[in-house]
């Protein structure tokens, strides 16, 4: 099986950089996949880690540890827009099933002027 | 393209009737999935199919049932609708690879009262 583990809500200044981190339990993934999904909307794609290490893609970057169980998304330069809550995800190793993606709680940031 | 449509966007059943949420997708993907969100919570996979006529339980599939008659189209039906199933429903795609992101329909808020 996989745990997830994400903090409930974090609450970030406008202008400023948080992380928000997603640790996990899991006995093999293949990926970790990051989304975003504002209140009332459908989750939406932000990254996808399968190596150790940064992806950067603009103002978002995310993070990848699979010997410490433990990935981040970096979120720089915070707008307003960016209060959301946030899902970490793992997909399972490689079989018939697709994407069978399982998220953790979710995180929900808060951005303050 | 359309993406990913589901309908409909609200709903309030009464406990004990049916009722089928409609998904269907235009990006010839073969993989499919349902998906529920609890408030504050992240996402359980109810149901997936990995193609026309293909479909398994996921996590929760208690109370549901699923069939993929064509490539396009994911119906989701509940028989007997308990209050516990009130909830968010997402219908998501993929393309056929597991390392593919999905994109998620805007998803049916359903209470059962």
């Known amino acids: 099986g996989q745990n997830i583990d994400q903090p409930t809500e974090m609450t970030a200044t406008e202008g400023a950089i948080v992380q928000i981190n997603c640790t996990y339990q899991?006995?093999?993934?293949?990926?970790l996949f990051w989304y975003q999904q504002h209140a009332g909307e459908a989750p939406t794609f932000l990254s996808y880690n399968v190596l150790d290490g940064l992806e950067e893609k603009g103002r978002f970057s995310s993070f990848l540890s699979r010997s410490k169980g433990y990935s981040y998304l970096l979120l720089k330069e915070l707008q307003m827009k960016d209060s959301a809550s946030y899902l970490c995800?793992?997909?399972?190793?490689?079989?018939?099933?697709?994407?069978?993606?399982?998220f953790g709680g979710g995180t929900r940031l808060m951005v303050k002027p | 393209n359309a993406g990913v449509t589901q309908t409909p966007k609200f709903r309030i059943l009464k406990i004990g009737q049916s009722m089928t949420l409609q998904c269907t997708q235009d990006m010839n993907h073969n993989y499919m999935y349902w998906y529920r969100q609890d408030p504050g919570m992240g996402l359980k996979l109810i149901y997936y199919?990995?193609?026309?006529?293909?479909?398994d339980k996921g996590e929760v599939p208690n109370g549901y049932n699923v069939s993929r008659s064509t490539t396009e189209d994911f119906p989701l039906r509940l028989e007997l609708a308990a209050p516990s199933q009130t909830s968010v429903y997402f219908c998501?795609?993929?393309?056929?690879?597991?390392?593919?992101?999905?994109?998620f329909g805007s998803g049916t808020q359903l209470s059962v009262l």
């Open positions: 899991t006995s093999g993934f293949n990926g």
């Open positions: 199919s990995v193609g026309a006529g293909i479909t």
């Open positions: 995800a793992l997909n399972p190793p490689s079989n018939n099933a697709g994407n069978m993606l399982t």
């Open positions: 998501a795609s993929s393309y056929s690879t597991t390392n593919e992101k999905l994109f």
